[in-house]
């Protein structure tokens, strides 16, 4: 009975022990989250420290959102119509997309000065439509698209920025026959295609983006890409694969060898080489053969398939992600510098040197399986994405001590798992010389029913890592419109965007400010009318016109106050302006059916917002209504001022009195 006793005294202690053992671990996981709640919590009323410009996949729109709350602020139209901000329903938008209705955005990249951030503008690629459009972070628009781009195609090693901004360079994903027109028989590949990296100068003043020069490569698929800095400054660097020069079964055929080729460009060297008259004009752009032209272009053989490329801030290391080798490839560039000078070569492919691989590479990090982009904290570690271990991995930089050197494994100090198949990372600043290095992205492929089911579209997973410790920390996560391929990060203290645009700097010569200017012209078919809007009405609330007119509308938000934004929706006319305050929008259309049309504010702007609306008068062609009015013609009598601007705490017009039943 005694040993009975102690027996069930023994489980009860342990059982106990359990108990409390279980109760820890949960009150230790309880305080975890809290802490991580904290950490990434922002009050209402305050603000995030952080921009993050997600690039929108085939969206075609960048999607902004705070750090450390994650949470979606704003979508900037860039590729597609967006009319929720009237973007593709202006004349300039309208313009701007040209014949093109989508785009397939992947690598943003911020503007540098002496290779830092300068919070001027945001470029973003097209991998379908071979375009880069420039965004203006002074209003978060879109103010240039250009392209497509001649001799180019799949515009996806896009776009990488300079240390200055000198030039925005980029890669074709696809071979075509060259110049672009000519039609070559798929069979005769590897004769009759080529690949391109282009060169666009960037106006250090404007931004305005322009095609310098070209250089001509092998049919490969250029994949991503990397500009130098400090001692790789005036280099860029780009993988392949596709080195098999396939164009059929790619999945099986272009992983056939067992290394691919990265391409070291001295765009310094051909720039100069330009100026030199060595260019050949193609498509009315220079074109530089690296074959005839020594020391612009050369060839390093790196693990097979490889996905990013990335230099680190000192600008001494360049790391590669191959997809099918568990490890990152780490390349010397003052060893690829001596190699080049000393003509360290293994052969040429085309006429294109290749450097020799033990001459250049310090060493290869096991990183795990399917590394793909590494990002940088400035503080000496680096952050590799791993898309089948579905895990960010961090690890030493170089230098090495010699007992790392002899096991590489030693230099890997932490792994963090992310959901599911992380592809791009983005540590803020790590592709300039001034990391941040506080807060680390992983955007994840999948996000495998960790959100509340919303059908089979699913959205992306996007998670926040704190790294400014030692160890790793997820933090918080949150979910984005498919699909963001890549992020750049900007502290919110370094632009001061503007909240109205001022009248002063209104150029627009169809821009009107008071009711004098206002009013609808007509010339032959031809009417044009002035408006302008403000809470809450059009002046004109009326415009009159036939069947067969082209008609134009130029509306003018002569508010001067933040917030006080104003739609002009033309019913059953597929018109939506969107005009922020001080902005003048055009739009143009040919008028094919009489009747009496609607339009309104489609952006709430007051208590009286619905009463904010007009008529669109369509009469018969040659019918002249007889209250028909024209600036330059007779009518009813003139419509009152309207207030040029109005408090935003206050309505224009207050409500008369309902009378008492």
Not at 258 to 274: G, M
Request: glycine fraction near 8%; proline fraction near 7%; aromatic fraction near 10%.
């Amino acid at each position: 009975m005694k040993i009975k006793g102690q027996l069930i005294i023994a489980a009860a202690v342990l059982a106990t022990a359990a108990t409390f053992s279980s109760c820890n671990k949960s009150s230790t996981a309880k305080n975890e989250r809290s802490q991580n709640a904290q950490d990434t919590y922002v009050d209402p009323g305050e603000k995030d420290e952080y921009y993050l410009f997600y690039s929108g996949g085939h969206s075609g729109q960048v999607f902004v959102a705070g750090i450390p709350s994650m949470r979606h602020i704003t979508t900037i139209p860039v590729y597609a119509p967006y009319p929720a901000t009237g973007y593709g329903f202006d004349e300039e938008s309208k313009k701007m997309l040209g014949d093109y209705t989508w785009g397939d955005m992947h690598h943003p990249a911020l503007s540098q000065t002496a290779s830092k951030y300068d919070g001027r503008w945001l470029f973003v690629n097209d991998n379908a439509n071979n375009r880069v459009a420039r965004i203006d972070l002074r209003d978060f628009k879109t103010h240039q698209i250009l392209g497509p781009i001649p001799n180019s195609s799949g515009n996806h090693g896009s776009s990488f920025v300079t240390e200055n901004t000198e030039y925005l360079l980029v890669a074709t994903r696809f071979s075509i026959p060259l110049p672009k027109g000519r039609v070559a028989d798929l069979n005769d590949y590897e004769k009759e295609f080529n690949g391109m990296v282009s060169a666009l100068k960037v106006d250090p003043k404007t931004g305005e983006m322009s095609v310098a020069f070209q250089i001509l490569t092998p049919p490969f698929d250029w994949d991503l890409g990397s500009t130098g800095k400090g001692p790789s400054s005036g280099w860029a660097f780009w993988t392949s694969y596709n080195t098999e020069m396939a164009h059929e079964v790619l999945e099986s055929n272009a992983s056939q060898k067992d290394r691919d080729y990265s391409a070291i460009v001295n765009w310094k060297a051909a720039a100069q080489a330009v100026a030199d008259g060595k260019a050949q004009d193609m498509g009315s752009v220079p074109v530089l053969d690296p074959a005839k032209v020594p020391g612009i272009m050369y060839f390093l053989a790196i693990g097979k398939s490889p996905h990013g490329v990335d230099t680190d801030p000192s600008g001494k290391w360049i790391s590669y992600g191959g997809k099918l080798q568990p490890s990152v490839t780490v390349v010397d560039f003052e060893k690829l510098q001596a190699a080049i000078n000393n003509k360290t070569f293994t052969g040429d492919f085309r006429g294109v040197p290749i450097v020799k691989y033990e001459a250049v590479v310090e060493g290869e990090v096991p990183v795990g399986l399917g590394p793909l982009h590494t990002q940088f904290d400035g503080r000496g570690f680096a952050y590799t994405s791993m898309f089948i271990d579905s895990n960010i991995t961090k690890w030493k930089l170089p230098p090495w001590t010699d007992d790392e050197k002899k096991d590489l494994n030693k230099v890997v100090l932490d792994k963090v798992p992310a959901h599911f198949s992380t592809g791009h990372l983005v540590v803020a600043g790590s592709d300039t010389a001034h990391p941040y290095g506080k807060w680390l992205v992983a955007m994840n492929k999948l996000s495998a029913g960790r959100h509340i089911n919303v059908g089979p579209s699913q959205p992306e997973s996007s998670q926040l890592i704190d790294i400014s410790g030692e160890k790793m920390k997820m933090v918080a996560e949150a979910y984005t419109e498919p699909e963001p391929h890549f992020a750049q990060i900007l502290k919110v203290s370094e632009i001061q965007p503007i909240e109205a645009y001022p009248k002063a700097e209104n150029k627009d010569p169809n821009a009107v400010w008071d009711k004098a200017q206002t009013g609808a012209t007509r010339n032959g078919t031809s009417v044009e009318a002035k408006v302008t809007a403000v809470r809450s009405r059009f002046v004109p609330d009326r415009i009159d016109a036939q069947v067969g007119d082209d008609l134009t509308i130029h509306v003018t938000n002569i508010e001067q106050t933040r917030d006080m934004i104003h739609g002009f929706g033309l019913i059953e006319h597929n018109i939506n302006l969107v005009m922020d305050p001080g902005e003048t929008r055009t739009f143009h259309i040919k008028l094919t059916k009489p009747g009496v049309f609607p339009y309104y504010c489609t952006n709430f702007c007051s208590a009286l917002h619905q009463e904010m609306q007009g008529y669109l008068v369509v009469a018969n062609t040659g019918q002249t209504m007889p209250g028909a009015v024209y600036t330059n013609g007779a009518g009813p009598a003139p419509v009152p001022d309207a207030p040029a601007s109005v408090p935003a705490t206050t309505n224009p017009v207050a409500p008369s009195p309902v009378p008492t039943p």
